[in-house]
């Protein structure tokens, strides 16, 4: 009895479960096909829906009674009343015939696993809303109107950005109206570009206008009558240069130079019968020998020098006292044990032109950088007019000229020089003042007929090797520098051109600067027109004085110098050893570098010896013995305190404002880039190629990169989630922007360190060239991820929008640059590029897709992938992607699985942000503190 009463309920279970799943009228098909069917369940004693029997009468039936397709396929329940979650489509459901759940066929469970989706699998069950429509209610599907798109799954369609391309039925929008913005803007680069290279070409083949009659340029001309105009106002005579009175030693007779007579005619005949035009260029002036004449000549003839030295003595006042040098017993000795320079003593008086001579390896350039502060000495005091004190302090009145020209290649002459004057000149000039003053220089230095033309660099020359060498020397000229070093100014310059730059240094030396220039085989011509000398043999010093005395003191060691020879030859083979052929007397076989050094050292370095002496006479050494109580190094008077507060006024006047400073930096970086138009529009097509091939590699997805599982009660028909759909652009993306950027971003500062360390010696502030050259990257970095997006945008379609993905691919490459940035600072430049490369890699490998974030979490070290900038960029990414269809999907289940945080896009942008300061925090106290010495 008990078995009958199961082998109903059975049987009525089936029936129910058949009614269920049809329509009222296949309900009475399938009770009636029971009742028929009854007879085959009769005779069991135990009924179970694990058994072969069941199953057989599963096969038995058909769609009208179990409201599946699939032949022996049941349906499962998931609701007990009319349920329609958002996204999908149950038109055949209602309370009393809930929807349901069918077994699907093979090429639908061949589709399902794929990630893709396919129609319902029963009469009763949901299917997700179409691509390209829209399920407001669950009962009804809306094809997608014009100006909107609708995705797989959507309950509403989604609105397209304005200008975006969206036709009626579509599944992903097509964004344009960044496309327009960007081929506009790429049309006005190109504009400026070409106006730009057209007045380059313009100012190169505008023809030189000169003077027919006279020989000088229009210009010196104009100037010329000016100044005879204003001669015949004051009577005749020129009005005086207003100029202080000369401090240092200049004597009164030489000062008056500064305010000359101007004569009544453009140009003079010399001794010799050459005619001097007086245009500024010395080609047609060869005399043999220097004469102060010539330089009051120049005084008088030529405008642009009256001018320049005029700028100069307003920069130099008369408080400000200039600077003199003494050492004493100075040394320095390198870590590794080995005395460079010893015993030097000497003293370089205000005002006074220095050559500093000696054979290779004899210290000269460690005795300037000593001198300068560059390094410090290991033995002996250096004194700045008459105290001790750190030359460092006093850097904006120092100019330092190096050996090789360190100049900025993108830019021309007159720009190179112009900046260094804007940014170190005192800030109370005016700009118009100072365009003035770079003017009369360029005339000065012969770069005139050049100033328009790039300076060029070794591996692509633009102007002479001497005009570099000119415009290296005009930097710091422009600057009116109270004192200024050369490292060999000559090098490099023919004979003409190295003695016109000596002249113009001659002249600027008598308005009280010192001028000390390291020389190595100086023509005769440059040899005199320094007023001392300091020679130097094996670190040591054997002459320091007047250069017209060393004659004499050589002579008295017994040395004879031929008539016929350059009088620095001479002196070069001497103090290298090699003097023996100019000896005369008893002492011809003891002339080697340690006899001159003894000789300096015991009565030379005391005083200068009296002329026709013999040193090795009784008379003199009694005379150098009553004399050793004052060395020539104590000889510079100290200055008072009230002309030391002085100079440090003056310090503090010298140089741009900071805010104006960052604006020249800004200003000059963005000339650099303009001028390297080539490598900057291909570095904006890199990143723009690297959007097409990323965007290319999901475009068959047709912006479909997150498949999730299905709320509940329809997770059952859920496709193969893919979870790393997204994550995996990201990490791509973030790849593709490390490799398009990394190294652009090391040229930043990796090929202006000696550049930078000219400047910062020289008292410009780190700060606002660092500042001027960060906001110059600005536009590359926008440009560059603008042209990645458009790419990726139009080709991969994902559902962030296009101004959350451009925001996060720009603070992406804020921060590969600013890696790159930091990169630069700690290695060369021939191994930069790779190691920048390497380290975009490595940041773009910690984005937390693989190894996934969520196993980094298990070993605890989730905080040491946040250090990195993928992870909140790949992370933004993951959060824009997948939030708008939280209403489809168990997105928090998606979330879990692969360890992001969703619903704080504004975070990771943030971080983005802090991460790339960071970087840039660390690459500026690099660039401060790495190489330290060098700034000095």
């Given at each position: 009895?008990?078995?009958?009463?199961?082998?109903?309920?059975?049987?009525?279970?089936?029936?129910?479960?058949?009614?269920?799943?049809?329509?009222?009228?296949?309900?009475?098909?399938?009770?009636?096909?029971?009742?028929?069917?009854?007879?085959?369940?009769?005779?069991?004693?135990?009924?179970?829906?694990?058994?072969?029997?069941?199953?057989?009468?599963?096969?038995?039936?058909?769609?009208?009674?179990?409201?599946?397709?699939?032949?022996g396929s049941l349906p499962v329940a998931l609701a007990l009343n009319d349920t329609c979650l958002p996204g999908f489509h149950c038109p055949n459901s209602d309370d009393q015939h809930p929807p349901q759940y069918c077994p699907p066929y093979e090429k639908c469970q061949g589709m399902r696993a794929m990630g893709q989706t396919c129609g319902p699998q029963g009469v009763l069950e949901p299917k997700i809303c179409a691509n390209g429509h829209y399920c407001p209610d669950g009962k009804?599907?809306?094809?997608?109107?014009?100006?909107?798109?609708?995705?797989?799954?959507?309950?509403?369609?989604?609105?397209?950005?304005?200008?975006?391309?969206?036709?009626?039925?579509?599944?992903?929008?097509?964004?344009?109206?960044?496309?327009?913005v960007t081929l506009i803007l790429d049309a006005l680069l190109g504009v400026l570009v070409a106006i730009g290279f057209g007045i380059s070409k313009w100012r190169k083949s505008r023809p030189k206008k000169y003077a027919a009659s006279e020989g000088t340029s229009i210009r010196d001309t104009e100037m010329h009558e000016q100044l005879l105009r204003s001669s015949k106002i004051s009577g005749g005579q020129m009005p005086p240069i207003s100029s202080p009175a000369i401090p240092g030693?200049?004597?009164?007779?030489?000062?008056?130079?500064?305010?000359?007579?101007?004569?009544?005619?453009?140009?003079?005949?010399?001794?010799?019968?050459?005619?001097?035009?007086?245009?500024?260029?010395?080609?047609?002036?060869?005399?043999?020998?220097?004469?102060?004449?010539?330089?009051?000549?120049?005084?008088?003839?030529?405008?642009?020098?009256?001018?320049?030295?005029?700028?100069?003595?307003?920069?130099?006042?008369?408080?400000?006292?200039?600077?003199?040098?003494?050492?004493?017993?100075?040394?320095?000795?390198?870590?590794?044990?080995?005395?460079?320079?010893?015993?030097?003593?000497?003293?370089?008086?205000?005002?006074?032109?220095?050559?500093?001579?000696?054979?290779?390896?004899?210290?000269?350039?460690?005795?300037?950088?000593?001198?300068?502060?560059?390094?410090?000495?290991?033995?002996?005091?250096?004194?700045?007019?008459?105290?001790?004190?750190?030359?460092?302090?006093?850097?904006?009145?120092?100019?330092?000229?190096?050996?090789?020209?360190?100049?900025?290649?993108?830019?021309?002459?007159?720009?190179?020089?112009?900046?260094?004057?804007?940014?170190?000149?005192?800030?109370?000039?005016?700009?118009?003042?100072?365009?003035?003053?770079?003017?009369?220089?360029?005339?000065?230095?012969?770069?005139?007929?050049?100033?328009?033309?790039?300076?060029?660099?070794?591996?692509?020359?633009?102007?002479?090797?001497?005009?570099?060498?000119?415009?290296?020397?005009?930097?710091?000229?422009?600057?009116?520098?109270?004192?200024?070093?050369?490292?060999?100014?000559?090098?490099?310059?023919?004979?003409?051109?190295?003695?016109?730059?000596?002249?113009?240094?001659?002249?600027?030396?008598?308005?009280?600067?010192?001028?000390?220039?390291?020389?190595?085989?100086?023509?005769?011509?440059?040899?005199?027109?320094?007023?001392?000398?300091?020679?130097?043999?094996?670190?040591?010093?054997?002459?320091?004085?007047?250069?017209?005395?060393?004659?004499?003191?050589?002579?008295?060691?017994?040395?004879?110098?031929?008539?016929?020879?350059?009088?620095?030859?001479?002196?070069?083979?001497?103090?290298?050893?090699?003097?023996?052929?100019?000896?005369?007397?008893?002492?011809?076989?003891?002339?080697?570098?340690?006899?001159?050094?003894?000789?300096?050292?015991?009565?030379?370095?005391?005083?200068?010896?009296?002329?026709?002496?013999?040193?090795?006479?009784?008379?003199?050494?009694?005379?150098?013995?009553?004399?050793?109580?004052?060395?020539?190094?104590?000889?510079?008077?100290?200055?008072?305190?009230?002309?030391?507060?002085?100079?440090?006024?003056?310090?503090?006047?010298?140089?741009?404002?900071?805010?104006?400073?960052?604006?020249?930096?800004?200003?000059?970086?963005?000339?650099?880039?303009?001028?390297?138009?080539?490598?900057?529009?291909?570095?904006?097509?890199?990143?723009?190629?690297?959007?097409?091939?990323?965007?290319?590699?999901?475009?068959?997805?047709?912006?479909?990169?997150?498949?999730?599982?299905?709320?509940?009660?329809?997770?059952?028909?859920?496709?193969?989630?893919?979870?790393?759909?997204?994550?995996?652009?990201?990490?791509?993306?973030?790849?593709?922007?490390?490799?398009?950027?990394?190294?652009?971003?090391?040229?930043?500062?990796?090929?202006?360190?000696?550049?930078?360390?000219?400047?910062?010696?020289?008292?410009?502030?780190?700060?606002?060239?660092?500042?001027?050259?960060?906001?110059?990257?600005?536009?590359?970095?926008?440009?560059?991820?603008?042209?990645?997006?458009?790419?990726?945008?139009?080709?991969?379609?994902?559902?962030?929008?296009?101004?959350?993905?451009?925001?996060?691919?720009?603070?992406?490459?804020?921060?590969?640059y600013g890696l790159a940035s930091c990169v630069a600072m700690v290695v060369k430049r021939e191994n930069g590029p790779l190691l920048a490369v390497l380290g975009s890699l490595i940041i773009g490998v910690l984005g937390g897709v693989a190894p996934p974030l969520s196993k980094v979490k298990g070993w605890h070290l989730e905080w040491f992938w946040r250090l990195s900038p993928g992870v909140w960029f790949t992370e933004a990414y993951f959060s824009q992607n997948i939030m708008p269809?939280?209403?489809?999907?168990?997105?928090?289940?998606?979330?879990?699985?692969?360890?992001?945080?969703?619903?704080?896009?504004?975070?990771?942008?943030?971080?983005?942000?802090?991460?790339?300061?960071?970087?840039?925090?660390?690459?500026?106290?690099?660039?401060?503190?790495?190489?330290?010495?060098?700034?000095?």
């Amino acid at each position: 009895m008990q078995s009958q009463n199961d082998q109903q309920r059975t049987v009525d279970f089936a029936m129910a479960t058949s009614a269920i799943s049809l329509t009222p009228q296949q309900s009475l098909e399938v009770q009636s096909a029971g009742q028929a069917n009854r007879h085959l369940l009769e005779g069991f004693e135990d009924l179970n829906m694990q058994s072969r029997e069941f199953d057989a009468y599963a096969y038995s039936l058909n769609y009208t009674q179990t409201g599946c397709y699939r032949s022996g396929s049941l349906p499962v329940a998931l609701a007990l009343n009319d349920t329609c979650l958002p996204g999908f489509h149950c038109p055949n459901s209602d309370d009393q015939h809930p929807p349901q759940y069918c077994p699907p066929y093979e090429k639908c469970q061949g589709m399902r696993a794929m990630g893709q989706t396919c129609g319902p699998q029963g009469v009763l069950e949901p299917k997700i809303c179409a691509n390209g429509h829209y399920c407001p209610d669950g009962k009804s599907e809306i094809l997608c109107p014009k100006g909107t798109f609708c995705p797989s799954g959507s309950r509403a369609p989604f609105n397209c950005t304005r200008g975006s391309l969206c036709p009626e039925g579509s599944v992903n929008q097509v964004v344009l109206a960044p496309v327009w913005v960007t081929l506009i803007l790429d049309a006005l680069l190109g504009v400026l570009v070409a106006i730009g290279f057209g007045i380059s070409k313009w100012r190169k083949s505008r023809p030189k206008k000169y003077a027919a009659s006279e020989g000088t340029s229009i210009r010196d001309t104009e100037m010329h009558e000016q100044l005879l105009r204003s001669s015949k106002i004051s009577g005749g005579q020129m009005p005086p240069i207003s100029s202080p009175a000369i401090p240092g030693n200049v004597s009164p007779a030489s000062s008056q130079t500064l305010s000359p007579q101007l004569p009544h005619v453009a140009h003079m005949r010399r001794d010799n019968g050459r005619v001097d035009n007086m245009d500024g260029y010395t080609d047609d002036d060869q005399v043999s020998t220097f004469d102060e004449d010539e330089i009051d000549a120049d005084f008088q003839s030529n405008p642009d020098f009256q001018r320049f030295i005029r700028s100069v003595s307003k920069s130099i006042t008369t408080q400000s006292i200039g600077l003199s040098f003494d050492f004493e017993n100075l040394a320095f000795e390198t870590k590794r044990g080995k005395k460079i320079l010893q015993e030097v003593t000497g003293t370089m008086p205000r005002g006074s032109m220095w050559g500093v001579m000696g054979g290779s390896g004899a210290g000269k350039s460690t005795f300037l950088n000593v001198l300068m502060g560059k390094k410090r000495a290991t033995g002996g005091t250096v004194k700045i007019n008459g105290w001790s004190k750190d030359i460092f302090k006093y850097r904006k009145l120092i100019g330092y000229v190096p050996q090789d020209d360190i100049v900025f290649p993108e830019l021309t002459v007159r720009e190179n020089i112009l900046h260094s004057a804007r940014c170190r000149l005192p800030a109370r000039w005016k700009d118009r003042e100072i365009q003035d003053h770079v003017d009369s220089l360029l005339a000065c230095l012969q770069l005139t007929h050049v100033k328009h033309m790039r300076v060029g660099d070794a591996r692509k020359p633009v102007i002479s090797g001497g005009q570099r060498k000119r415009v290296n020397i005009g930097i710091e000229l422009a600057a009116a520098p109270m004192a200024i070093f050369l490292d060999e100014p000559t090098s490099g310059l023919d004979a003409t051109s190295a003695s016109s730059i000596m002249r113009l240094l001659k002249a600027v030396s008598k308005l009280g600067v010192t001028v000390i220039a390291i020389v190595h085989q100086p023509r005769e011509k440059i040899f005199y027109e320094f007023d001392q000398l300091l020679l130097l043999a094996s670190g040591r010093s054997v002459y320091s004085g007047p250069t017209d005395r060393v004659h004499d003191y050589f002579e008295t060691m017994g040395f004879a110098f031929p008539h016929q020879a350059n009088p620095a030859d001479t002196l070069m083979d001497i103090i290298t050893g090699d003097g023996a052929q100019y000896a005369v007397g008893s002492k011809k076989r003891d002339v080697g570098v340690q006899y001159l050094i003894d000789q300096w050292k015991q009565s030379g370095q005391y005083t200068t010896p009296p002329k026709h002496l013999s040193i090795f006479s009784s008379e003199s050494q009694s005379t150098f013995k009553s004399r050793e109580s004052r060395r020539i190094s104590n000889q510079s008077l100290n200055s008072t305190v009230e002309q030391e507060n002085e100079l440090h006024r003056t310090m503090q006047c010298r140089g741009a404002s900071w805010p104006a400073q960052v604006y020249y930096c800004f200003k000059r970086a963005m000339t650099q880039q303009v001028r390297n138009a080539t490598s900057f529009f291909f570095e904006i097509g890199v990143g723009g190629l690297a959007g097409l091939v990323i965007g290319l590699s999901a475009f068959a997805s047709k912006g479909h990169l997150f498949q999730g599982l299905y709320h509940e009660p329809f997770t059952l028909l859920s496709s193969a989630v893919d979870y790393q759909g997204t994550p995996q652009l990201g990490l791509l993306g973030g790849m593709a922007i490390g490799l398009a950027s990394s190294a652009p971003g090391f040229w930043v500062f990796g090929e202006e360190k000696l550049i930078y360390w000219r400047e910062t010696a020289s008292g410009h502030s780190r700060s606002a060239y660092y500042v001027g050259k960060l906001l110059s990257t600005l536009p590359r970095i926008a440009l560059s991820s603008l042209h990645f997006t458009i790419f990726l945008c139009i080709l991969a379609t994902p559902l962030i929008t296009f101004t959350e993905m451009y925001a996060a691919n720009l603070m992406y490459f804020w921060c590969v640059y600013g890696l790159a940035s930091c990169v630069a600072m700690v290695v060369k430049r021939e191994n930069g590029p790779l190691l920048a490369v390497l380290g975009s890699l490595i940041i773009g490998v910690l984005g937390g897709v693989a190894p996934p974030l969520s196993k980094v979490k298990g070993w605890h070290l989730e905080w040491f992938w946040r250090l990195s900038p993928g992870v909140w960029f790949t992370e933004a990414y993951f959060s824009q992607n997948i939030m708008p269809l939280a209403y489809l999907y168990k997105v928090d289940l998606a979330a879990e699985s692969v360890g992001y945080t969703l619903d704080q896009y504004h975070l990771d942008i943030g971080m983005l942000v802090l991460i790339g300061a960071v970087y840039r925090i660390f690459a500026y106290l690099g660039l401060v503190f790495i190489h330290r010495k060098r700034q000095r």
